[in-house]
């Protein structure tokens, strides 16, 4: 296996010496991480989402110039997920319109065993960019910023999912990995798999939680069908339950349960534990009762 240098910066930035860097899903997960991360450095970052200026939506092609302006690198995490319908269209459409802006750098944000996620992959390797492709195994931060808050606040998790170990990844370590890959040399034509260091099961990641906060949070697996109606119930519209039922049942059937080392390959430390996250998210108070 080709080992990396750590991504220590160098200050080498070959791609985004003359431009800006366009950040999509900006105020994300991942994005925000990532914008931070440039900042600090002061790189010119641009933000895109829907809600920064000039705004992006991926379903208006007439927002995609205005935020491409000046940009040759882009940081690509789509929304909702590239395993939805019509993320591949859009992902060969919005590779071509950066192109044609003089775009020269692309890192693409997937998912790991993704189909879907891997034609959008094929149309970045296609365009003729510097690309790396983040194959992200489930983020640590989807227990505390994304659609299980809730119902681990609520003190009772009811997942469609079962014994499968997942290698939970924390967003801190692809930010880093993502920002390596923006401004330094050595990454283009990269496939990078970023895992936690140990996978582990959704029941284990809720008692983790549950010991962190000292507060009774339940595990309970049930069926795809009693999953999909408990999120009819809570009027989660029908293409988002798509989504889910489709990660919990096809990608979460262990196909993603081995850990990779990636991580650690291009940022020369271990991959960040779901305990570490676990415990700092509790004290920082994202799962105090209100
Ligand atoms: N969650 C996981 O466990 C996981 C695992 C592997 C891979 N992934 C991949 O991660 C990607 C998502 O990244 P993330 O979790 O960092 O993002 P995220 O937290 O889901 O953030 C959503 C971002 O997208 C923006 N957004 C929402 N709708 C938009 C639209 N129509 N047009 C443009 N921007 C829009 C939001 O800002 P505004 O609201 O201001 O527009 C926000 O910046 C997905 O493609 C998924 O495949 C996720």
Redesign the pocket.
Same mark, same amino acid.
């Given at each position: 296996m080709v080992r990396l240098k750590p991504a220590v910066f160098t200050g080498t930035m070959t791609a985004n010496t003359h431009g800006k860097i366009l950040v999509?899903?900006?105020?994300?997960?991942?994005?925000s991480r990532v914008v931070r991360r440039l900042e600090a450095r002061g790189l010119p970052v641009r933000v895109g /989402?829907?809600?920064?200026e000039p705004p992006?939506?991926?379903?208006d092609q007439s927002t995609w110039a205005p935020a491409l302006r000046d940009v040759t690198s882009v940081y690509v995490?789509?929304?909702?997920?590239?395993?939805s319908p019509g993320a591949s269209p859009t992902i060969r459409s919005f590779t071509q319109a950066a192109v044609d802006s003089g775009v020269r750098r692309m890192v693409l944000?997937?998912?790991r065993g993704e189909e879907e996620?891997e034609a959008c992959e094929q149309h970045v390797r296609d365009s003729g960019v510097e690309w790396t492709i983040l194959r992200?195994?489930?983020?640590a931060q989807?227990f505390g910023e /994304?659609f299980l808050v809730e119902p681990v606040l609520a003190g009772e998790v009811a997942l469609p999912v079962g014994d499968v170990g997942e290698p939970f990844v924390d967003?801190e370590d692809i930010a880093d990995v993502a920002v390596a890959a923006l401004t330094e040399d050595g990454h283009a034509g990269q496939l990078y798999e970023l895992t936690g260091p140990r996978s582990l099961t959704f029941a284990d990641a809720i008692g983790e939680i549950a010991t962190a906060t000292g507060r009774p949070i339940r595990f309970v697996p049930v069926s795809v069908d009693e999953y999909a109606a408990a999120l009819t119930q809570h009027g989660v519209p029908p293409e988002y339950i798509q989504l889910l039922t489709y990660l919990f049942t096809t990608v979460l059937d262990g196909r993603n349960t081995h850990v990779v080392n990636d991580v650690e390959r291009v940022l020369g430390r271990p991959a960040r534990d779901v305990s570490a996250y676990v415990r700092a998210a509790a004290e920082a108070g994202i799962w105090a009762a209100e």
């Open positions: 999509l899903g900006g105020t994300g997960k991942t994005g /989402s829907r809600s920064a992006f939506d991926w379903e995490a789509y929304y909702p997920d590239l395993a944000l997937a998912g996620a992200a195994a489930w983020f989807n /994304s967003a």
